[in-house]
Nanobody, 116 residues
Framework: QVQLVESGGGLVQPGGSLRLSCAAS????????MAWYRQAPGKQREWVADISSRRMTNYKDSVRGRFTISRDNAKNTVYLQMNSLKPEDTAVYYC??????????WGQGTQVTVSS
């Protein structure tokens, strides 16, 4: 059974930074695609960024240049470094693991609030 646990959320002022972490249990992490999603109040969950097993990355246009996704396979952990945060980045952030067989696993989410 794969479990994902996010951490690192919190309250930050506009222009500030946060680093989210997502730790995965199980042995499939290194072969899977890791992604971050977010869901703001009253809105649908949206994709933010992803990173392949070969560390190829993709970003939503609105976060490119501000957010950086990375992974440490030795620690079964994926990170999302978020800089120059804006109020519109406020959301619950979720990580997702897609295994090489196509199974999807989600974390429970961590709240990020950008406000002065």
């Amino acid at each position: 059974q794969v479990q994902l646990v996010e951490s690192g959320g919190g309250l930050v002022q506009p222009g500030g930074s946060l680093r989210l972490s997502c730790a995965a249990s199980g042995s499939i992490f290194s072969d899977g695609v890791m992604a971050w999603y977010r869901q703001a109040p009253g809105k649908q969950r949206e994709w933010v960024a992803d990173i392949s097993s070969r560390r190829m990355t993709n970003y939503k246009d609105s976060v490119r240049g501000r957010f950086t996704i990375s992974r440490d396979n030795a620690k079964n952990t994926v990170y999302l470094q978020m800089n120059s945060l804006k109020p519109e980045d406020t959301a619950v952030y979720y990580c997702k693991l897609t295994s090489y067989r196509g199974y999807e696993y989600w974390g429970q989410g961590t709240q990020v609030t950008v406000s002065s």
